[in-house]
């Protein structure tokens, strides 16, 4: 018995009812046994010992939870199990184990997680992740496991569910503990919803010869796509995974069917391409076949943006980028590395911005013949995107932040798309960005001003002001002001990330919100690889992007993260029941 807790006697317990005693722990007799049991709801955290014991079923007076008082075992699935302790009684006194015979708890928060993600419980997920995080497993393993689900269980493919969990587990350097666990919540739960009733997405067989090159598979996926056969894309597309083929092969392959059609699905589609293919890296090999296959059904119905009149009227936008494609195609002047003769980058900037799109097409097609980098050239249309958005004004419909959005998401997408490969197809991706920020061009008129460059304070503002401005409506102004004196004023970028990270998270945020934040901070790392006057101002453009997009957003109810506030103070032991 060393170590185990003495209970008193059998007699006692039996004449004076249910007994906490050290480590939280309360023994019942009943129906003539000794039970020992976390007397906290695995629910709310409410005392078990004041419940009711009846016919074997121990039920919280709280919520109403029931507990199989044996085993622990729960009849409510939101309520998670109840941790059981062994005990024995030697000599009429009872002696109870400190601790629970719950066994691998990682495992056990791991198969919580995936039973809160099938019955999209946000409560059973938010405790799964806590336990895990405190258990010190890595935020990118408990990504996985909603990767997986996700993927498997919506059978209309990948969606913003699973592109909210992929961006918020790329941005987990950028947070802090607390940060982490509700850019997973906020990740997973989108996932469950994305999910919920959907049904479980069954994989097509590869083709029974995989002895094909990936040339003639990719001319046959290319061909699926654009008669709308997903079915027919899917086999093709498996059988070139199965096949062994790359993901730089296999992201080739299905970028250029994604940008054969002009800004398909206002954008959605490469950047959802650009997410599957970033949580690879989360996710064990196996599950390649299953991420990659659920990008496939996007295509049944997509729009195609050479379709709609914008593109074509009052100026043809269609014909002038066939042309230059054709040029770029029968050419072997377009560079596939980051190198390259230098541009005028500046003048590359204000002609993305500019009102003449058919001259930036021609100074695009230009460039790119001339050798220059088409990352680089992607990076300076990500940055005009991202200049609309820090230009956008506020009198504009509330509903056009999502236009500007959905450019500066595109353009991140065909920007990391190129750094993964150099397959001239993707190309195209610029020009349907310049296109897109051409056409958004009424969107700033009039341009909202750049904060004014205020010279550096005496000391530089806490990150925590930042949050204080966003709990009111209608702050863009204020906030961009008040992060341009941050920044001026010698504030370090980690820890204003952090809070803006909160800023987002914090909130009941809706899909573009986190895309955003994702993406302008992957934007911004790129940039601080570079010194000088242009990487510096690109660096300011996008954390005014960010800044603005999120103040336009805030604040919202807050349901989500109070959901899970409540999962991490259970895990520590605190009172929910009781007033603070």
């Known amino acids: 018995m060393n170590g185990w807790i003495q209970a008193g006697s059998v007699e006692e317990l039996r004449n004076q009812g249910p007994k906490l005693i050290k480590g939280g722990i309360v023994v019942f007799y009943h129906e003539d046994q000794v039970h020992a049991l976390d007397n906290r709801c695995p629910h709310l955290g409410f005392p078990l010992h004041m419940g009711s014991l009846c ?37 009429g006194l009872i002696w109870v184990n400190p601790s629970s015979r719950n066994g691998n708890q990682v495992q056990l928060y791991k198969d919580r997680l995936l039973s809160g993600l099938e019955q999209n419980i946000g409560l059973v997920i938010a405790k799964a992740i806590v336990g895990l995080m405190e258990a010190g497993v890595p935020g990118e393993e408990i990504a996985a496991v909603g990767i997986e689900f996700g993927v498997q269980q919506r059978r209309e493919g990948w969606g913003s569910g699973l592109t909210i969990l992929t961006a918020m587990t790329n941005i987990l350097p950028k947070l802090d503990k607390q940060g982490q666990i509700l850019a997973l919540f906020q990740g997973l739960l989108h996932t469950a919803r994305d999910s919920a009733g959907s049904g479980t997405r069954f994989l097509l067989d590869p083709l029974p010869n995989t002895d094909v090159s ?43 069917a994604a940008t054969d059609h002009f800004y398909i699905n206002g954008g959605h589609t490469l950047d959802f391409h650009n997410k599957a293919f970033e949580s690879l890296k989360y996710v064990g090999r196996e599950q390649r076949a299953d991420v990659l296959a659920s990008l496939v059904p996007m295509f049944g119905n997509a729009s195609r943006s050479e379709e709609l009149h914008s593109w074509q009227s009052p100026v043809n936008l269609v014909q002038p980028l066939k042309e230059a494609f054709e040029e770029l195609s029968s050419s072997q002047g377009v ?22 799109t058919l001259r930036t097409i021609r100074l695009l097609k230009e460039a790119l013949l001339g050798g220059a980098s088409p990352v680089r050239i992607s990076q300076i249309a990500a940055l005009a995107a991202a200049e609309r958005i820090v230009r956008f004004p506020i009198h504009n419909d509330f509903g056009d932040w999502i236009s500007v959005l959905h450019t500066f998401t595109h353009a991140h997408a065909v920007h990391e798309g190129l750094i993964r490969s150099a397959d001239p197809g993707l190309v195209r991706g610029i020009f349907h960005t310049a296109v897109t920020i ?23 503002p806490q990150p925590s002001e930042l949050l204080e401005i966003l709990d009111k409506q209608q702050q863009v102004a204020p906030a961009a002001a008040w992060v341009m004196r941050y920044l001026r004023s010698g504030g370090k970028p980690e820890p204003l990330f952090n809070v803006l990270g909160h800023a987002l998270l914090r909130e009941d945020a809706e899909f573009h919100s986190f895309q955003m934040y994702e993406a302008a901070v992957a934007e911004y790392d790129r940039w601080t690889s570079e010194s000088g006057p242009f990487a510096e101002k690109a660096c300011e453009t996008l954390i005014l992007a960010v800044t603005r997009y999120l103040a336009a957003h805030a604040p919202t109810s807050r349901e989500l993260p109070h959901t899970a506030k409540i999962a991490w103070r259970l895990h520590r032991g605190e009172k929910l029941f009781e007033e603070e």
């Open 438 to 460: 051409y056409l958004d061009r009424f969107l700033n008129i009039p341009a909202a001003p750049r904060p004014s460059a205020v010279s550096a304070g005496e000391e530089v």
């Open 55 to 91: 016919n074997g079923i121990l039920t919280c007076h709280w919520h109403h939870a029931r507990f199989d008082v044996c085993s622990g075992g729960t009849l409510d699935p939101w309520a998670d199990d109840v941790p059981v302790h062994d005990l024995t009684v030697h000599d």
């Open 335 to 356: 560079s596939s590395g980051k190198g390259g003769p230098g541009i005028d980058e500046e003048e590359l900037l204000q002609a993305l911005l500019g009102d003449d």
């Open 214 to 256: 990936i040339e003639r598979l990719t001319e046959w996926y290319r061909e699926c796509i654009e008669v709308r056969d997903t079915r027919g894309a899917e086999r093709v597309l498996l059988t070139a995974v199965q096949a062994g083929a790359d993901e730089g092969r296999l992201f080739s392959m299905m970028s250029m």
